[in-house]
């Protein structure tokens, strides 16, 4: 797979987020161009650095689209492991806070330069 410069980067990571809230079967280049306003040919492009294969007329599979996306942007089911550096009152919020189990994230490590708080 080719090397997907930053802006495409950037333009796959909102389609993916799009993708995730879109209930139907098949998208359209031209279906994705309406709905973020990007012309038809540069969704394209950016699909095709992913190695996704389909016809112009019939569209995308959403499901294989959006695993492909999940796959070359490393935004899959799998939770992104991170720590928190700075373990004064924001980084005590951050670890206690419950909402962070629903996100992407899942924090593994703490630290601070006070030894009284790691």
Known sequence: MKEIPEPSKRRLVLLSRLLTDRAVKNITS???ESLTG??????????SL???????S???KVQELKEALDKALG??????????????RMGQVLLDNAELEE???KIVAGFDSNVNRT
Do not use: H, M, P
């Not at 992913?50 to 112009?56: D, H, N, P, R, S």
């Not at 089911?77 to 991170?82: L, N, V």
């Open 103 to 105: 996100s992407a994230f």
């Open 58 to 60: 019939n569209g995308y």
């Open 30 to 32: 031209v279906q994705i």
């Open 75 to 88: 935004t899959g089911s799998e939770k992104q492991k991170c720590c928190i550096v700075g373990l004064g």
């Open 50 to 56: 992913l190695g996704v294969k389909c016809g112009a």
């Open 38 to 47: 990007w012309s038809a040919n540069l969704v394209r492009k950016d699909i």
